[in-house]
């Protein structure tokens, strides 16, 4: 069975390509060379993965399937949330963020936060939400070299050490992704 993933982060291709059974293909937007900008306008990352699956949906009238992920902090009343790419500013610059967000938290005890993941399917013309919650903490500054974004001040709980202290393979284990991944793969394979 062949799906389409709206995405052109190989890394997210590569994560999901290992969970798959071997009868699925993973198609992305980058093996279709559909390069045109998908508007993220949604308030919430639902609403986003739902606009990026109807997009390519309704270009290509395939299977498909779209992710949106971010960081909500307990103490910043849910936030970045849906902004964390840009959280501080159009640049989107990981250290730009992950610094706003230490400095924001500078002085409150409740740095408890999770990242969040929703995969929208649409799939025979249905569409369905997959979530995936890893739950942590923020650093009180930032820690390791491995993975991207707000990695370096995230505690994933049960651990002593930010994500970007474990190797990917580890991060994959436990991540937000992970989680709403295989709960997607679960439904294709019933
Ligand atoms: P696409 O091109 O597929 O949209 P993206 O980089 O925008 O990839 P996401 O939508 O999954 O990635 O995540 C939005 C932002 O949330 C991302 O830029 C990071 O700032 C943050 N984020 C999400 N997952 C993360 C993770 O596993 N580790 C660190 N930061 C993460």
């Known amino acids: ?37 998908i508007e993220e306008s949604g308030k919430t990352l639902e609403e986003n993965a739902l606009i990026k699956a109807k997009t390519i949906f309704n270009t290509f009238k395939k299977n498909c399937f779209s992710d949106d992920s971010g960081l909500e902090v307990f103490a910043l009343g849910g936030k970045p949330g849906v902004y964390s790419a840009r959280y501080e500013g159009k640049q989107k610059n990981a250290e730009a963020n992950t610094n706003k967000i230490l400095q924001e938290l500078k002085g409150i005890d409740n740095r408890q936060a999770q990242f969040r993941s929703v995969i929208a399917l649409i799939f025979n013309e249905t569409e369905y939400l997959f979530e995936g919650i890893i739950k942590g903490e923020i650093s009180h500054s930032p820690r390791g070299r491995n993975g991207f974004g707000y990695d ?12 970007a202290q474990l190797t990917l393979f ?20 019933s």
């Open 1 to 37: 069975m062949e799906l389409i993933f709206g995405t052109h982060n190989h890394n997210k291709v590569e994560e999901i390509n290992k969970l798959l059974p071997p009868n699925f293909t993973v198609k992305s937007l980058t093996d279709l060379n559909y390069y045109s900008e």
């Open 152 to 163: 370096p001040i995230f505690i994933p709980e049960k651990q002593h050490v930010t994500f």
């Open 170 to 189: 580890e991060k994959n284990k436990i991540s937000h992704r992970s989680k709403a991944f295989k709960k997607l793969i679960e439904f294709l394979k």
